[in-house]
């Protein structure tokens, strides 16, 4: 391993992971050459917007960049080379491929994040997206004003944030799951019905346990046959259905890919070469399990992580991080921190109600907390998790929780 601080650093990816990288170089006293590679030609932007208020409001609101993305640049030196993407890497030879164009580097950071899975013959018909770009953002907002008979395809938290904007709208809407329960793999069983149940309260058509056998039109989408035999009128389909890690252009290289870039505690992936974001699997030290995270916190937090390790190996530390995400369905806020071990237990609220907080136990270990509008809660429950606290540490700040909200109501 190389300890002397490299002269020329390349950013591969240039979203949320890649900015905070370059931002956070710069904070650190980096000095010399960095470089930040995209496959997209628009500078940094925020994603999550893309599938909530930026579906929703009307006038149309501006595209969610990121703070420093305009000062990338100039004020922080990068030399930006947007608009095409990696196509392979000589990890022995430190080049970096674009296209036919070679880049040497002394330290490399991957942040290609992942890319939507497809419904197979979807690519001939217009009015089919999936929800990753501005791009499909914008023609999947231009297909809800014009008033689609949309079907969303996947009943997990983009699918589900889809269909909230289209009933925003006024708009039936329709989201066929191949599961029984959405959400199990994130939730668990018990509190995937619980969140399902919103749809329902919102006059959601959700259709579960069946699939997509074909999608049917000329030109463009114009109806869903699905495996039951009952076809669905659509002008617009959006497809949820998951996101593969972007390693694709990495093949052939030396790097051990298995779900992602497999990256050691300090998200080491090889000589000289670091990863983070979505497209980081790294052994978390936190939870002693390898983790592959598609979370915003993660994003930022990673990759800040990664290129201080990068710029300064001799003196690396562990990536500690607590999972954390949200999610915006019907003006109603879902949140979890930690793993959905297990089935979870309600503590405050009940299920069927407009709030509750449901903890995840692992042995004697509080490992997880899902809540459904309860704000205040989760970071206090996050702050137990990453303390690696008790099960009746969990009840004890429940029962205080409680106790303050019951005061409250006086």
Known sequence: ??????????????????????????????????????????????????????????????????PAASTLADALEVDLRLGRPATGLDVEGHRLLIGETEVSYDALLLATGASPRRLPGSEHLAGVHTLRTLEDACAVRAALKRGAKTVVVGAGFIGSEVASAARKRGLPVTIVEAQPTPLVRAVGYRAGEALASLHHRNDTDLR?????EALQGSGSIESVRLTDGTELAAD???????????????EGSSLTLDDGVVCDEQLRAGPEVYAAGDVARWLSPDFDVVLRLEHWTNAAEQAARAIRNLLDPGTATAYHHVPYFWSDWYGSRIQFAGLPLGEPVVVAGWWDTDAFTALYRHGDRLIGVLTLNRR?????????????????????????????LTRARG
């Open 376 to 404: 205040a809660d989760i970071m206090k429950y996050r702050g137990l998790i990453a303390r690696q606290a008790s099960w009746q540490d969990g009840l004890n700040l429940a029962a205080s929780r409680n106790a303050v």
């Open 236 to 250: 617009l389909v959006v497809v949820g259905i998951g996101a593969a890690p972007a390693t694709g252009w990495l």
């Open 208 to 212: 579960c346990d069946v699939g997509v």
């Open 1 to 66: 391993m190389n300890d002397v601080a490299p002269g020329h650093v390349v950013v591969v990816g240039a979203s949320l992971a890649g900015l905070r990288a370059c931002e956070s170089a710069r904070r650190e006293g980096f000095t010399g050459k960095l470089t930040l590679v995209g496959a997209e030609e628009h500078l940094p932007y925020d994603r999550p917007p893309l599938s909530k208020a930026f579906l929703q409001d009307d006038p149309m609101p501006e595209v969610p960049r990121l």
